[in-house]
């Protein structure tokens, strides 16, 4: 996670897309075995330094530890939308490194044991079991989606308010086609993990699914993958990003929101946000890692009669 530390305050202030559009510039890829046969993240920033400093002969990647050593690193305490969670600062190289691209101080935080919890009770699972994983993939497949604290109840790491959004290729053509004139507006700016096709869904189905099943049964007796979703995703300005600059966008691309909350404020729990995608966690019954490929079925197990109501407490 990224924090930008105000001058003269040291209040933590995070830094997300929505607020700093530069967050679009930088993409990330996780290498195995690429440091000394260690797991790294590659971060790479595909923009041009905001202003002028030696930095700019550096390097434009940057390689993160996927699991860094805890022992050397200084406890630093977080709060992610009322979240709080003790975590871990990298140290003054990143830092460094980030700061110099955001044009303002900036760290760059490891939740590490932390955890964060689930507020509210809408978008609570209602099992979130600790899956008992071996090896790297797995593991980190367990640390983002969530899982059960000492006291029973669901945690999650440093994302927003869920770890999984799923979204519909179905609700992206009527957004394309009826709210944007044709615009062709790409599923990336919405930030789902998993994208249904939508065969066999309407536009929109997804305003009430409650449940997914996802993977294909074959001879070998490989079980589908159990998904409850359990809110919606409410939208905000990050939607009106430009991938291609870094900054506010023009024209339609630049309306997306605007255009959503014509008919798309849909929840009654925050009446004002459109909503795009729901949000979801790995069932609880889950007890090792799961595997989801692309091409994979989907298959709405359970749905609800009404539609859920947010109340993260913001």
């Keep these: 996670m990224l924090y930008e530390v105000p001058t003269g305050t040291g209040e933590l202030k995070k830094i997300q897309l929505d607020t700093h559009p530069l967050c679009a510039l930088f993409e990330q890829q996780i290498v ?3 440091q000394d046969g260690e797991e790294v993240i590659d971060v790479r920033f595909r923009g041009s330094l905001p202003h002028d400093t030696e930095a700019g002969k550096d390097s434009q ?5 996927l699991t860094p050593d805890l022992s050397f690193l200084e406890r630093i305490e977080t709060n992610l939308h ?4 003790s975590a871990y600062r990298m140290g003054d190289s990143y830092d460094a490194w980030f700061t110099q691209r955001f044009g303002v101080p900036t ?3 490891y939740l590490g044991d932390g955890r964060r919890a689930v507020l509210g009770k809408t978008l609570v699972p209602k099992s979130a079991q600790e899956p008992q994983q071996k090896g790297w993939i797995t593991s980190w497949t367990s640390y983002i989606t969530g899982s059960q604290g000492s006291d029973g109840a669901p945690w999650i790491s440093f994302s927003d308010v869920a770890p999984l959004m799923v979204t519909s290729e179905s609700s992206l053509q009527d957004v394309r086609e009826r709210l944007l ?3 062709p507006v790409e599923m990336y700016k919405f930030r789902p993990n998993i994208v249904v096709d939508g065969q066999g869904e309407d536009a929109w189905a997804e305003d009430f699914w409650a449940e997914l099943q996802i993977g294909n049964e074959d001879g070998d007796g490989v079980q589908k993958s159990t998904f409850q979703v359990t809110g919606n995703c409410v939208r905000c300005v990050s939607l009106n990003v430009d991938y291609k600059t870094g900054r506010p966008a023009d024209g339609e691309d630049g309306s997306v929101l605007k255009r959503l ?3 798309r404020r849909v929840d009654p729990g ?7 995608g729901r949000y979801a966690f790995l069932d609880g019954r889950h007890t090792g890692g799961v595997t989801v490929s692309v091409g994979d079925d989907v298959e709405v197990t359970r749905r609800n009669t009404e539609r859920s109501a947010w109340d993260w407490p913001l």
């Design 32 to 34: 195995p075995g690429s």
């Design 61 to 65: 990647l940057l390689k993160v530890p």
């Design 82 to 85: 009322g979240s709080p969670a």
């Design 107 to 109: 760290i760059l935080v």
């Design 181 to 183: 004139n044709g615009f």
């Design 261 to 263: 909350m014509k008919d």
């Design 270 to 276: 925050s009446k004002w946000s459109p909503v795009f």
